[in-house]
């Protein structure tokens, strides 16, 4: 199962120094200490993040993929505002509920859940804004992850994601996850001001943390096996450098939409 491997991959994460090392120093040195995150995001994109949310007043945020809980517990933090996690992975969402905290919001400490992303134990209009970081190209159908995601926010309410598109979306060299039209999916939904931006430096920052992957010592991967994935994707990724871009997505629910 899917959701298995992603449980496997959390566990051997957060057993590995050298996995967190990756993702935090090689990646971007000036990551909020302690984040870890398992993900490429980069405190450029976090910023970036936060900035789109603090267009409107967030009480409740809701953070779609949000793996060990590191950038959903800073954002909440910096938002002053109530959290929760959902996760496809038990572990994941174990790992976030030991870590919530790590970066305390006046609000409270948040809570983590496993679930589908597409099946949100959430009720409709029940929250302010959504995030995903990292994880929406990780859904089976983005349009209908975005369209969950569109009944649990409140009108008004403000979705955030940053992830990966094809340069090409006909270019068939890329994953179909990755050629996806955000924007058109978006639209589908009801979600309008609907704003794309590419940041170039993010994806700079993934080329050099897959270029000291694929050079870490043999001996140093070993059985590990955090690392062997982690090497393999980074041979794909280098594969296909220039194929995608890294993107923030941030779109609006309408203040009428009943949806």
């Known amino acids: 199962m899917i959701a298995d491997l992603y449980d496997d991959a959390y566990a051997s994460f957060a057993c590995s120094p050298t996995a967190r090392h990756l993702f935090g120093p090689v990646l971007d040195s000036a990551l909020p200490?302690?984040?870890?995150?398992?993900?490429?995001?980069?405190?450029?994109?976090?910023?970036?993040?936060?900035?789109?949310?603090?267009?409107?007043?967030?009480?409740?945020?809701?953070?779609?993929?949000?793996?060990?809980?590191?950038?959903?517990?800073?954002?909440?933090?910096e938002l002053s505002c109530a959290l929760v996690g959902v996760d496809r992975s038990r572990v994941a969402a174990v790992e976030a509920n030991s870590r919530r905290s790590l970066f305390p919001s006046p609000a409270g400490l948040g809570s983590f859940v496993q679930a589908d992303m597409q099946a949100l134990p959430i009720r409709s209009a029940s929250v302010d804004a959504v995030v995903s970081i990292d994880a929406l190209q990780t859904s089976e159908t983005a349009e209908l992850t975005m369209g969950e995601i569109s009944r649990i926010l409140r009108p008004g309410g403000r979705f955030v994601a940053t992830t990966w598109q094809a340069v090409d979306l006909t270019d068939h060299r890329v994953a179909p996850r990755l050629r996806v039209d955000f924007q058109r999916s978006a639209t589908a939904v009801g979600f309008d001001k609907v704003r794309i931006r590419e940041v170039q430096t993010a994806h700079e920052a993934e080329m050099e943390l897959a270029r000291t992957a694929v050079a870490l010592d043999p001996r140093l991967v070993g059985e590990e096996l955090i690392l062997q994935r982690i090497v393999s994707e980074a041979v794909e990724t280098l594969t296909h450098a220039g194929l995608t871009r890294r993107i923030i997505l941030a779109a609006s629910k309408p203040k009428c939409c009943s949806r």
């Open 33 to 77: 200490a302690g984040l870890e995150p398992y993900s490429f995001v980069t405190s450029e994109m976090l910023a970036l993040v936060r900035t789109a949310l603090r267009e409107i007043h967030v009480d409740m945020l809701v953070d779609l993929g949000c793996g060990r809980g590191g950038p959903g517990l800073w954002l909440a933090r």
